[in-house]
């Protein structure tokens, strides 16, 4: 049996101030609910630590949207996993569509920081997914097989045993138009079957596969009633408490 997890990737957004009133606002919408829901937010790197303060003695946990995979040196502008322990953060977001294709992120030096964040405890929201020309060209499946053979490469299943995997259509990041359920559901298959090849079936039943790209309280129910999909990366709509809130409720 799998535990849902909702994850917010906050991206550049909220300085400190609009981060307390969003952390606040999500802690005490949350408070008195009975949650069998992961819940995990994931603020800029300035706004870790007051968020590690204040979800102290809450169900949230916390996460950051990247980092480098050595643990310290002469890497200026980068953050180690090293640090993002000592803040507080559980998980980290690696391999997201922003990174890979406005900072040129490969698949190899994804595959490094998943390897660094495992190393280091801590647990890897890895995403993947197509862009609109592959799915067009009907290369789905291969691009995401490529993407997860070479981001998990030389990488053992006992050292993945916290791995996340978000699937998350380039077409339906901040475009308002999410993949439908079955077009997800259909691709979150194919990666438990990947997965169960590359790996085993106990690990690939026990995966945590997300969905990701333009959730909202509108569609998440439908997404997450997916036997495959097994929680949500929500952007946009995890910058507004309520919004953020209704998409955990739904995955309940
Ligand atoms: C994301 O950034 O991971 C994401 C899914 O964004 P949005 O929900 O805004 O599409």
Redesign the pocket.
């Known amino acids: 049996m799998r535990t849902k997890i909702v994850a917010g ?1 906050w ?1 550049m957004n909220n300085d400190i101030n609009s981060s307390i009133t969003l952390i606040n606002d999500i802690k005490n919408g949350l408070a008195q609910k009975e949650l069998n829901v992961k819940v995990v937010i994931c603020p800029p790197f300035t706004s870790l630590s007051i968020a590690s303060e204040l979800i102290k003695n809450t169900p949230i946990k916390l996460g950051a949207q990247n980092m480098y995979f050595e643990k310290s040196g002469a890497f200026t502008g980068e953050i180690s996993p090293l640090m993002l322990k000592s803040v507080g953060c559980e998980y980290v977001i690696l391999g ?1 569509s ?1 990174r890979r294709t406005i900072f040129g992120e490969t698949n190899q030096l994804i595959n490094k920081k998943i390897k660094s964040a495992v190393d280091n405890g801590l647990k890897p929201i890895f ?1 993947i997914g197509e862009t609109l020309e592959e799915r067009e060209l009907g290369k789905t499946f291969e691009v995401v097989e490529t993407q997860i053979r070479e981001g998990l490469q030389g990488i053992s299943e006992t050292e993945l045993s916290d791995l996340i995997i ?1 699937y ?1 259509p380039v077409w ?4 308002g138009k999410n993949a439908t359920p079955e077009q997800a559901e259909e691709v979150h298959l194919f990666i438990r079957d990947l997965i169960s090849k590359i790996y085993s079936q106990k690990f690939a039943e026990n995966l945590i596969i997300q969905y ?4 909202k309280p509108e569609n998440s129910k439908d997404l997450m009633s997916k036997p495959n999909i097994d929680g949500a ?5 995890c910058l507004i408490a309520d919004s953020f809130i209704k998409i955990i409720e739904s995955a309940q």
């Open positions: 990737n991206k997201h922003e995403c978000a998350e339906a990041i901040g475009t990701g790209g333009s959730v990366l929500v952007g946009g709509a």
